[in-house]
């Protein structure tokens, strides 16, 4: 059981065991190693404290932590055994006192490792590497309307490219980065064509903002990607 609480003290947060920061319009999240946070400017003022709209919610999750999630609007996309083949993903509303929701896998006679995760526009979408036979990878990438629980919506996969990263733009671009930091732009009117965007050594994060303008964070620091190249 999930059991956040709330509070209106917000300014006095303890980041340094942060291993991930998520926003989605008016609400943070925070993953640290041993809690995830989520603080919540309803009213857009974050002075306006008479009427309480800001809050902090936390929990510890029975000290059973995720390793990774992705923030959307009511719901927390959790991933858990990240980047293994015992990899789960669950789910968190935001608005209840509910357990956590399974999500469910799209085939049970393949093994799958979640390598990434993200939101944009409604939708979270997940990036699996399948095992079908011991020497096959293949690179799912799956998207799920906010809410649902069930895989079943297979955006493209690709045997070419083995993906370990995943952002996606409002215009519904699909970036893919590999362990190497190589980054190919899947475009939305044809997933089957992948445009080589560049390499960032190190890669640890790519972002999107709302214009579709490409961010990433890498030994060569905070990186932002327009037509002419990263800058």
Same mark, same amino acid.
């Given at each position: 059981?999930?059991?956040?609480? =709330? /509070?209106?003290?917000?300014? !006095?947060?303890?980041?340094?065991?942060?291993?991930? #920061?998520? =926003? /989605?319009?008016?609400?943070? !999240?925070?993953?640290?190693?041993?809690?995830?946070? #989520?603080?919540?400017?309803?009213?857009q003022n974050p002075y306006a404290r008479e009427n309480f709209d800001n809050y902090l919610k936390q929990d510890?999750?029975?000290?059973?932590?995720?390793?990774?999630?992705?923030?959307?609007e009511n719901t927390v996309l959790l991933s858990y055994n990240h980047k293994t083949w015992n990899s789960s993903l669950k789910l968190l509303k935001l608005n209840e006192h509910s357990p956590l929701t399974d999500i469910t896998f799209p085939d049970s006679n393949t093994d799958y490792a979640v390598e990434d995760i993200c939101y944009q526009s409604g939708n979270y979408y997940v990036l699996l590497t399948g095992k079908p036979l011991p020497d096959?990878?293949?690179?799912y990438v799956y998207k799920i309307e906010e809410g649902q629980t069930t895989l079943s919506s297979l955006v493209f996969?690709?045997?070419?490219?083995?993906?370990?990263s995943i952002a996606v733009d409002v215009f519904d671009n699909v970036y893919l980065s590999d362990s190497?930091?190589?980054?190919?732009?899947?475009?939305?009117?044809?997933?089957?064509?992948a445009t080589d965007v560049g390499t960032r050594a190190g890669l640890k994060?790519?972002?999107?903002?709302?214009?579709?303008?490409?961010?990433?964070?890498?030994?060569?620091?905070?990186s932002r990607y327009?037509?002419?190249?990263f800058t």
């Amino acid at each position: 059981m999930c059991n956040f609480n =709330k /509070t209106t003290n917000v300014y !006095a947060l303890d980041l340094s065991n942060t291993i991930e #920061i998520e =926003k /989605t319009n008016d609400k943070i !999240a925070i993953l640290d190693t041993d809690k995830l946070l #989520i603080v919540s400017n309803e009213n857009q003022n974050p002075y306006a404290r008479e009427n309480f709209d800001n809050y902090l919610k936390q929990d510890d999750f029975n000290s059973v932590m995720p390793e990774t999630i992705a923030l959307g609007e009511n719901t927390v996309l959790l991933s858990y055994n990240h980047k293994t083949w015992n990899s789960s993903l669950k789910l968190l509303k935001l608005n209840e006192h509910s357990p956590l929701t399974d999500i469910t896998f799209p085939d049970s006679n393949t093994d799958y490792a979640v390598e990434d995760i993200c939101y944009q526009s409604g939708n979270y979408y997940v990036l699996l590497t399948g095992k079908p036979l011991p020497d096959t990878n293949t690179s799912y990438v799956y998207k799920i309307e906010e809410g649902q629980t069930t895989l079943s919506s297979l955006v493209f996969s690709t045997t070419d490219f083995y993906a370990r990263s995943i952002a996606v733009d409002v215009f519904d671009n699909v970036y893919l980065s590999d362990s190497l930091g190589n980054i190919k732009k899947f475009g939305a009117t044809d997933y089957s064509i992948a445009t080589d965007v560049g390499t960032r050594a190190g890669l640890k994060k790519m972002l999107i903002d709302l214009g579709g303008i490409l961010y990433t964070l890498s030994n060569d620091g905070l990186s932002r990607y327009t037509q002419s190249g990263f800058t």
